[in-house]
């Protein structure tokens, strides 16, 4: 290599950690057509504009927003149990993407919107602050090796990305099926001023029927993995 290649090399700026690694994976035939024939009606472009979300859903229900849905099973149920609410998904991976759009319009459910882009820039430069009722992250990468502990999303400076975007009285919902991870989320969690554990400090959620089943999740199970939620309330 040389030098000039090298002083290039070292002079190049880090990449932020993105929250998830872009994965394609092979489309059907059926998510290839919710993808190029309904996208206009479930579809959110990823721009640097703010979202109006009255304009998007045509009505001033609150909005709830879930980050790495999957194949969207669960996000989908929630948005036909609570047809009051309004639903955002953000997810990278096309088939779950295609999967999801497919499914909603086959079943004409229609408060509920996708982002196929990285949640950390679409929740900085789309979402206004404080216009979030809920936000919801449910089995996210635990980068279960040491050396990749600084790759989960839960830190510090995602936790005051979510309490700007949260409107006061809104949620933080969580669940992992790892359990260090686990830990680490209540102990970073328990330590956010702006948050209230709503099952009191050091415990974590039980549920009873809070959120649907995902599919990983009944993986996980199958398994044996223990599941822990979260849910903080913002003061």
């Known amino acids: 290599m040389s030098s000039e290649n090298s002083q290039k090399k070292a002079s190049a700026p880090h990449r932020a950690i993105k929250s998830f690694v872009l994965r394609q994976g092979r489309l059907t035939s059926a998510q290839q057509n919710a993808l190029e024939n309904y996208w206009k009606d479930y579809?959110?472009?990823?721009?640097?504009?703010?979202?109006?979300?009255?304009?998007?859903?045509?009505?001033?229900?609150?909005?709830?927003?879930?980050?790495?849905?999957?194949?969207?099973?669960?996000?989908?149920?929630?948005?036909?149990?609570?047809?009051?609410?309004?639903?955002?998904?953000?997810?990278?991976?096309?088939?779950?993407?295609?999967?999801?759009?497919?499914?909603?319009?086959?079943?004409?459910?229609?408060?509920?919107?996708?982002?196929?882009?990285?949640?950390?820039?679409?929740?900085?430069?789309?979402?206004?602050?404080?216009?979030?009722?809920q936000l919801q992250l449910f089995f996210p990468d635990p980068w279960h090796k040491k050396r990749h502990h600084k790759r989960r999303i839960i830190k510090p400076a995602f936790i005051e990305l979510v309490q700007k975007k949260l409107k006061t009285g809104g949620f933080f919902h969580m669940a992992t099926d790892w359990q260090h991870y686990?830990?680490?989320?209540?102990?970073?969690?328990?330590?956010?001023?702006?948050?209230?554990?709503?099952?009191?400090?050091?415990?974590?959620?039980?549920?009873?029927g809070a959120r649907c089943e995902t599919k990983f999740e009944r993986r996980g199970i199958k398994l044996g993995h223990g599941v822990w939620d979260l849910i903080y309330e913002k003061l």
């Open 182 to 208: 686990a830990e680490q989320m209540l102990e970073e969690m328990d330590n956010a001023a702006a948050f209230s554990n709503i099952s009191g400090k050091g415990h974590y959620s039980k549920t009873q």
């Open 43 to 133: 579809g959110i472009n990823y721009s640097e504009q703010l979202l109006d979300f009255s304009e998007i859903f045509g009505n001033e229900n609150e909005v709830f927003l879930e980050i790495g849905f999957g194949n969207g099973e669960s996000l989908l149920q929630q948005a036909i149990n609570q047809p009051q609410y309004n639903f955002i998904g953000i997810e990278v991976h096309g088939p779950g993407v295609g999967h999801l759009i497919h499914n909603a319009n086959a079943q004409d459910i229609h408060n509920i919107r996708v982002i196929r882009h990285d949640a950390i820039d679409v929740l900085t430069r789309q979402i206004a602050d404080n216009s979030i009722k």
